[in-house]
Each structure stands twice: as structure tokens, then as C-alpha cells.
């Protein structure tokens, strides 16, 4: 039986500790492991009993040593090689533990994943406190979603072509949602509530863009709030929002602004809605500076009756407003690390907590 062999130098000597809890990781979690040999000069020799691709290797091993040995960014790889055969991994931002994929499509692994698991629960919990019902929202959307006129030209198609002018064959039958909001208003259909009604989820999302450029991606995760119901209560709400979110992020301790912005998931035509936006105000981006890095995390959006005019949903008696506001969990974890970089010692005492409670 022939061996894989994969050779890994380290960039610092590794602890017994952390030898011991990366020997025991990987032989638990990966059986094709036939033996394991710590050599001189920070090298590591990984044999597997049978053949694997050089990129299942690589995330096996970076795997192992970001779980298990909590090793981030001291810790990265200077070469590997695989069946004799010389592997150049292709990693970004691999400090924070996210591994290139593809254009826009990341691998995540701690910190970054555990960082981001923990911003989750902590934004979930805190739109529970008032009164939001956590529910679980699909991606995958039927075409007669789209139909309801949302033009947006980043849209993906299950089935047919990706088109930038809006164009779809007859094919298509399903679509990858861009909007974390947008499995809400199906399920209002031709309802009257009285009140307003409030819900939070973790949604996934696509867009199909013309490029993509850390923290931009093709698939993302979004930690949605949407609220649905009476206008002025729903214009009450929206006063509200933009200061309990902002005490919500001191967690995190990042600089941040809170502006208006011009574009739109539900509408193609920029130029009318950038103007309509600016005199109402009805999007606000929370934008992330650091040094020369800025970029948008997070940002709330009245969509007056756009919604309930298009699935019928009441308030009262009549049409209903909504709502949403979307959190960007990579990007707000990419501006995390940017701040405090990946020492837990540098980090907030009020998230250290939360991380630590979470690991615990």
C-alpha cells in the first residue's frame, strides 16, 4: 500500500501540548491517517494510507491545527507536497482562518468561523429580547418570488442563465435568494395582523457579480431582522433601531458610521432609487474604517408597502409596512479582526466573555 505523504514547516516550534492535541485531532478525525512524524526544523510529515487530493489535505491539516491546537496566525504554512507532487494552496486572509475556494467562496475555519458563530448568537439573542421570533429561512426560492417584480441584476438562477439584463429561460424554476428578507413575505400572504410582527434568522445568500474582493463574496451569511405591520409603528421602530444597534456593536468595540445609501435589492433603476432613497432616507449602511479599509457590514431598509403590495399582507385593515435590517457576518467578523486582530488577549473584555462562554 503506497502512501500519501504531506510535509508541512512551521513557522514556530509547536508546544507538546499542542503536538499532543494535533496527533490526537487528526488520527480521531481522519482514519485515512496511517502515521504521523514530527521531524527537526519545525517540520511535520503526515502519511494517509491512501491517495487524497492535495486540497483535501491541506484543509484536513489546517483543520487540525486551527480546532484543535487553537494555532492562528503564528502558525501557517510555508510548503507542502503531496504525492511527491509540489502544492501551492491558495489562501486569503488565512490568518483569520477563511481558505480560498473559488472567486467569492470561502472555507471557513476558527477563528474566523468561531467568531462569526458567536457574533451570531449574540445579535440573534439580542433581537429575541424584543420580541423577535427566531425562525429558519430557506436560500432556495421558487421563481414566482422573483416574479413579484424584485429587480436586482445579481441574481442567480438554479436552472437556466445567469443573465445581467434580468433575462431567465423558461427553465428556471428556482432562485438563489440575494436578499435574507425576501422568504418572509411569502408567508404573510393575504394575512391582516394586527401590530407589528418581528423575526430573526441566519440566511444565506448569493450574489453574482462582476467581481470579488475580500470581504465581497458570492455566498455570505446574513443575520436578518424583519418587522412587518402597522406604518407608523413600523416608522417607530425604525427610529428606534439605529440606536440599539449601535449599542448592540460596542460589544465589538469597532469605528463605525452609520450614512445613508443609494442602492437597492428591489429595484434595478439606480438612478430613481438613489434619488428616492436620499430624500427619505429609507437605507442606512453601517460603514467599517480602518487605516485605509472601509467597507459596508451592515445596514437597515423601510421598504414601505413595496412587500405587502405584492403578497397582500394587511395591518389594521390596511396595507402593511416593513422593514429589515441585515448584518454581513463575515465582513462584521473581517472588521473584528482588522481592530483586534487574532490574539484573544487584545480582544474586548465584553467579547472575550462571550467567547470563551461560547467555547466553554
Same mark, same amino acid.
Given at each position: 500500500?503506497?502512501?500519501?505523504?504531506?510535509?508541512? !514547516?512551521?513557522?514556530?516550534?509547536?508546544? $507538546?501540548?499542542?503536538?499532543? #492535541? /494535533?496527533?490526537?485531532? *487528526?488520527?480521531? +478525525?481522519?482514519?485515512?491517517?496511517?502515521?504521523?512524524?514530527?521531524?527537526?526544523?519545525?517540520?511535520?510529515?503526515?502519511?494517509?494510507?491512501?491517495?487524497?487530493?492535495?486540497?483535501?489535505?491541506?484543509?484536513?491539516?489546517?483543520?487540525?491545527?486551527?480546532?484543535?491546537?487553537?494555532?492562528?496566525?503564528?502558525?501557517?504554512?510555508?510548503?507542502?507536497?503531496?504525492?511527491?507532487?509540489?502544492?501551492?494552496?491558495?489562501?486569503?486572509?488565512?490568518?483569520?482562518?477563511?481558505?480560498?475556494?473559488?472567486?467569492?467562496?470561502?472555507?471557513?475555519?476558527?477563528?474566523?468561523?468561531?467568531?462569526?458563530?458567536?457574533?451570531?448568537?449574540?445579535? !440573534?439573542?439580542?433581537?429575541?429580547?424584543? $420580541?423577535?421570533?427566531?425562525? #429558519? /429561512?430557506?436560500?432556495? *426560492?421558487?421563481? +414566482?418570488?422573483?416574479?413579484?417584480?424584485?429587480?436586482?441584476?445579481?441574481?442567480?438562477?438554479?436552472?437556466?442563465?445567469?443573465?445581467?439584463?434580468?433575462?431567465?429561460?423558461?427553465?428556471?424554476?428556482?432562485?438563489?435568494?440575494?436578499?435574507?428578507?425576501?422568504?418572509?413575505?411569502?408567508?404573510?400572504?393575504?394575512?391582516?395582523?394586527?401590530?407589528?410582527?418581528?423575526?430573526?434568522?441566519?440566511?444565506?445568500?448569493?450574489?453574482?457579480?462582476?467581481?470579488?474582493?475580500?470581504?465581497?463574496?458570492?455566498?455570505?451569511?446574513?443575520?436578518?431582522?424583519?418587522?412587518?405591520?402597522?406604518?407608523?409603528?413600523?416608522?417607530?421602530?425604525?427610529?428606534?433601531?439605529?440606536?440599539?444597534?449601535?449599542?448592540?456593536?460596542?460589544? /465589538?468595540?469597532?469605528?463605525?458610521?452609520?450614512?445613508?445609501?443609494?442602492?437597492?435589492?428591489?429595484?434595478?433603476?439606480?438612478?430613481?432609487?438613489?434619488?428616492?432613497?436620499?430624500?427619505?432616507?429609507?437605507?442606512?449602511?453601517?460603514?467599517?474604517?480602518?487605516?485605509?479599509?472601509?467597507?459596508?457590514?451592515?445596514?437597515?431598509?423601510?421598504?414601505?408597502?413595496?412587500?405587502?403590495?405584492?403578497?397582500?399582507?394587511?395591518?389594521?385593515?390596511?396595507?402593511?409596512?416593513?422593514?429589515?435590517?441585515?448584518?454581513?457576518?463575515?465582513?462584521?467578523?473581517?472588521?473584528?479582526?482588522?481592530?483586534?486582530?487574532?490574539?484573544?488577549?487584545?480582544?474586548?473584555?465584553?467579547?472575550?466573555?462571550?467567547?470563551?462562554?461560547?467555547?466553554?
Amino acid at each position: 500500500m503506497n502512501d500519501s505523504n504531506l510535509k508541512i !514547516r512551521l513557522n514556530r516550534v509547536l508546544s $507538546n501540548d499542542e503536538l499532543r #492535541s /494535533l496527533f490526537n485531532t *487528526l488520527n480521531s +478525525q481522519y482514519h485515512s491517517i496511517s502515521e504521523i512524524v514530527f521531524g527537526q526544523e519545525r517540520e511535520i510529515e503526515i502519511r494517509f494510507s491512501t491517495p487524497l487530493p492535495p486540497s483535501d489535505v491541506s484543509i484536513i491539516f489546517r483543520a487540525a491545527l486551527l480546532e484543535s491546537a487553537k494555532i492562528t496566525q503564528s502558525v501557517l504554512f510555508t510548503s507542502d507536497k503531496v504525492n511527491n507532487k509540489s502544492f501551492q494552496g491558495n489562501f486569503s486572509y488565512s490568518d483569520f482562518g477563511a481558505v480560498f475556494v473559488d472567486d467569492g467562496v470561502f472555507v471557513f475555519f476558527p477563528p474566523i468561523s468561531t467568531v462569526i458563530a458567536v457574533i451570531d448568537k449574540y445579535f !440573534r439573542e439580542q433581537f429575541e429580547k424584543i $420580541n423577535a421570533i427566531s425562525c #429558519s /429561512l430557506p436560500s432556495l *426560492l421558487p421563481i +414566482q418570488v422573483f416574479k413579484k417584480n424584485i429587480k436586482h441584476n445579481s441574481i442567480t438562477f438554479l436552472t437556466g442563465n445567469n443573465n445581467k439584463n434580468q433575462q431567465k429561460d423558461n427553465s428556471s424554476t428556482h432562485f438563489l435568494s440575494h436578499a435574507a428578507c425576501l422568504p418572509i413575505y411569502p408567508l404573510l400572504t393575504n394575512k391582516d395582523y394586527y401590530g407589528i410582527r418581528l423575526y430573526t434568522s441566519n440566511v444565506k445568500c448569493f450574489r453574482h457579480e462582476d467581481y470579488y474582493n475580500w470581504p465581497r463574496l458570492k455566498e455570505y451569511q446574513v443575520r436578518e431582522f424583519v418587522a412587518v405591520g402597522d406604518e407608523l409603528e413600523i416608522e417607530r421602530l425604525h427610529i428606534e433601531l439605529e440606536e440599539l444597534l449601535s449599542q448592540m456593536l460596542e460589544i /465589538l468595540g469597532i469605528q463605525f458610521e452609520i450614512k445613508s445609501a443609494s442602492d437597492s435589492f428591489i429595484d434595478s433603476d439606480k438612478e430613481l432609487v438613489s434619488i428616492y432613497q436620499n430624500i427619505v432616507h429609507t437605507k442606512k449602511e453601517f460603514i467599517f474604517s480602518c487605516g485605509d479599509k472601509m467597507f459596508s457590514f451592515g445596514s437597515i431598509n423601510k421598504h414601505g408597502t413595496f412587500f405587502s403590495k405584492q403578497w397582500n399582507i394587511k395591518s389594521n385593515g390596511k396595507l402593511a409596512a416593513s422593514l429589515c435590517v441585515g448584518f454581513g457576518l463575515e465582513r462584521i467578523a473581517t472588521a473584528f479582526f482588522e481592530t483586534h486582530g487574532v490574539n484573544l488577549l487584545n480582544w474586548p473584555i465584553s467579547f472575550r466573555h462571550l467567547y470563551e462562554s461560547y467555547n466553554s
